[in-house]
């Protein structure tokens, strides 16, 4: 490949998909991405994906992190973390937009140690969040 930069930390094969989230800066920490490979929170290609599972140039990684849905495609896998323009070469993202902060606002929370909410608020709630 006559675009990769020298010493970056690719492969041409295939990385740990903890590391590879890691490295493209979806997440802070490598420990973060093997929490969150451990706690369900990330597939490949539709499956549930270990912290060991190699990733390869064309998966789809889905991530559910910071209150969001992240889906990426690989397209360079590399193994140590690179700057943030380099990063953004390595993946193709394909997520949905944040949501806007009053989105966000509109869905209701309860202040903690409220109580069970009764069946109206649970039924204002509900509505707030567009269910039925």
Do not use: Y
Request: hydrophobic share 35%; net charge positive; with cysteine.
């Amino acid at each position: 490949m006559a675009d990769e930069v020298s010493g970056s930390g690719t492969d041409t094969g295939s990385v740990r998909v903890d590391a590879w989230i890691w490295s493209v800066r979806l997440t802070k920490t490598r420990s973060t991405a093997a929490t969150a490979c451990r706690a369900g929170h990330v597939k490949v290609n539709g499956e549930r994906a270990k912290p060991a599972q190699p990733v390869r140039a064309g998966d789809e990684v889905r991530l559910f992190h910071a209150g969001r849905e992240r889906i990426v495609v690989v397209r360079r896998p590399v193994s140590k973390r690179v700057g943030a323009p380099v990063a953004a070469e390595c993946l193709i993202d394909k997520s949905p937009p944040p949501p806007s902060p009053v989105e966000a606002a509109a869905v209701g929370i309860r202040d903690r140690g409220a109580g069970r909410p009764t069946k109206r608020e649970r039924r204002e709630i509900e509505s707030l969040r567009g269910r039925p």
